[in-house]
């Protein structure tokens, strides 16, 4: 579990980070294309209508997105599904990166406002002059950090925006579907067309990110530049499926959003109704839960009594500013909520998706990996140094470094790897979130399930035969109560397994949402207390070595569980998150590499999020 990076002596860690000198380049071996790992192999996985597990990540940038390039980046598309697929490419600062094992599936997905303009017009910027790898091998500490900032970030593209530029981004929007088509392997890999609508109105976070279910995809993306309206989005999109594309968006980063993400007014202000509900629900059937700038499931102010609901906040706004992002409106698990009491108040709900995880990494790459983490934004984070502030004067407004995230995956139950079969299961939401690890969970729900169930053989296919997979809605009342079958397998490269919960949110008679967590199944002989929690698991992280065992937890849990409470007559929906044992932070392997003190948190308990399952009383 101890991290592969070439370490240098303790000693001269320390007289670096004192003095300011350069980043030793030995913590970065140069990149040699030459000896890069190639693509590996991989055989088709064949065709299960029962469903086969595959992973990726539909939120990853490239050289085409402005920001990526003003902060360093040069990669390519071609460069991100190289990555994606396995193999090797070279980061910003010189040094190569891959992934452990290959993912299954892939989007880039590049802003589409002046899509590629920097990258055609290469205006006079810092990075343009002296690429990041020079600076942080050569410059010493970095001192003129402060005017590269003011220089990219407050960079107006208004400046190169020269007539016709819409002619560049048709230019760079071809070539990213001509990259999605050669990498797409029907069977081994799918390369998603996509891009992502960046709407920020006051910098209040409203970015989705727009996926095609093939390569019939319009001359140019939409951007916020015609309009920073998600309806307007959807009108778009809309218009697109009568001509016969199919494609939908998946809102991110409601972390961000200042409560206007998932608000109980339209973009207006006006008040919501049916048709904007189904327009909602019809356009974006997913959320994205876990990526760099932070998880979006819940905040400690919403969820006071759930222990695990401080995981990963980053509750600031998009801006140089730091203003902190109001909690109500800006999470997944209050929207839920939301869209139940909204039901219950209006007879619809705009907030009855799935959720995926996805990494938005700026890199053409996918930093999600705790002991390999290489970042998001070179300028910001792309080396140990400049993540950990030690090499750098950026100041603790500028979002980036120690409060990002090394996350997150997302995990489809399809038929097999293609694009169609990946694309229908979004849409059914079939699908769940990780924050990293590759923890394969399945959770089904229904009336009559016998507490042996998971014993058996065919229990995937008996569960659906009288019930539903995640994503899904229960069918009319056939018992006294819903059981819900959930099994979780530990990734082989990452932590055993602390414990599954089932977190139910339901609407009482007067209208108001309340929400429970149930620990349900977990590892060791752990009792539980007076109100059904069961008692930490303890910790095994060596801090000094960023190191961990797996003498704690269990290689995989499963339970049949039965709601306690059930109450037929009001609306609720039911969750699983599986939680890890605690193994160390990507900050806990950046200070052993630097040899200076682990910041808090030195640990982190990864986990996974399923899609929810609804239940409606008959008459609804």
């Not at 101890?2 to 380049?25: M, N, Q, T, Y």
């Not at 990213?176 to 209040?204: D, L, Q």
């Not at 209006?346 to 700026?362: K, L, Q």
């Not at 599954?500 to 060791?524: L, M, N, P, R, T």
Request: charged share 25%; glycine share 8%.
């Amino acid at each position: 579990m101890i991290s592969k990076r070439i370490v240098v002596p303790f000693v001269a860690l320390l007289a670096l980070a004192a003095c300011g000198a350069a980043e030793d380049p030995s913590l970065y071996p140069e990149y040699n294309a030459a000896t890069a790992a190639p693509i590996p192999d991989k055989s088709a996985t064949e065709y299960n209508p029962q469903r086969n597990l595959y992973w990726g990540d539909l939120h990853i940038h490239t050289s085409y997105s402005t920001d990526a390039w003003t902060m360093g980046v040069r990669a390519t598309p071609d460069d991100a599904y190289t990555f994606t697929r396995g193999g090797e490419i070279e980061h910003a600062g010189g040094y190569g990166i891959r992934l452990k094992h290959p993912l299954d599936f892939a989007a880039v997905t590049d802003h589409s406002e002046y899509l590629g303009l920097l990258r055609a017009t290469e205006p006079d910027l810092p990075l343009a002059r002296r690429g990041f790898k020079e600076r942080v091998r050569n410059d010493g500490k970095l001192r003129n950090t402060i005017a590269f900032l003011r220089s990219t970030l407050g960079f107006d593209l208004k400046k190169v925006a020269v007539d016709g530029w819409e002619n560049f981004a048709q230019d760079v929007w071809r070539d990213t579907i001509a990259a999605a088509e050669r990498h797409n392997r029907p069977g081994e890999f799918t390369a998603f067309v996509a891009y992502e609508w960046s709407s920020a109105p006051e910098k209040r976070n409203l970015h989705r990110n727009v996926v095609y279910r093939d390569a019939n995809v319009p001359a140019i993306p939409y951007s916020s530049l015609n309009s920073n309206d998600p309806r307007d989005l959807w009108a778009e999109l809309e218009r697109q499926r009568e001509e016969g594309r199919r494609v939908f968006a998946i809102p991110h980063n409601g972390n961000a959003s200042d409560g206007i993400m998932y608000d109980d007014v339209m973009y207006d202000g006006a008040a919501m109704n049916a048709a904007y509900a189904a327009r909602r629900m019809s356009n974006e059937p997913l959320s994205e839960i876990f990526q760099v700038k932070g998880s979006s499931e819940t905040h400690p102010m919403l969820s006071p009594d759930d222990a695990f609901a401080g995981f990963e906040i980053d509750d600031r706004q998009l801006s140089q500013e730091g203003e902190l992002s109001q909690p109500e409106g800006s999470y997944i698990r209050d929207a839920l909520r939301l869209g139940l009491e909204m039901s219950h108040a209006e007879g619809f709900n705009p907030y009855r998706f799935g959720v995926i995880g996805s990494s938005d990494g700026h890199n053409a790459s996918s930093p999600v990996e705790e002991d390999s983490y290489h970042g998001k934004l070179p300028l910001l984070d792309g080396s140990a140094a400049t993540r950990m502030r030690t090499n750098t004067y950026i100041p603790t407004s500028i979002q980036g470094g120690k409060d990002w995230s090394s996350a997150g995956l997302a995990a489809v139950w399809a038929e097999e790897n293609t694009r169609a079969a990946l694309f229908d299961a979004m849409r059914r939401k079939e699908t769940y979130a990780t924050s990293g690890p590759r923890i394969a969970v399945r959770f089904l729900g229904g009336w009559g399930y016998d507490d042996d169930l998971l014993e058996r053989n065919d229990w995937i296919a008996a569960a659906e035969g009288d019930g539903v997979p995640m994503g899904g809605r229960l069918p009319p009342p056939a018992g006294d109560a819903p059981t819900f079958a959930v099994w979780a397998l530990r990734d082989p490269d990452s932590g055993n397994l602390d414990r599954i919960q089932v977190i139910k949110g339901w609407v009482d008679s007067v209208g108001e949402s309340h929400e429970k967590v149930f620990d349900v199944a977990w590892s060791g002989a752990r009792t539980p207390d007076a109100d059904g929690r069961v008692p930490p698991v303890g910790n095994t992280v060596d801090v000094a070595s960023a190191s961990y065992t797996n003498a704690i937890g269990a290689d995989q849990l499963a339970t049949v569980w039965r709601d306690p409470q059930f109450d037929p007559a009001v609306e609720a929906f039911y969750y699983a998150r599986v939680i890890e044992i605690p193994t160390p932070r990507w900050t806990t392997y950046d200070a052993r590499t630097l040899g200076i003190a682990a910041p808090e948190p030195t640990s982190l308990q990864e986990r996974a999020v399923t899609s929810a399952i609804w239940y409606a009383p008959p008459e609804r």
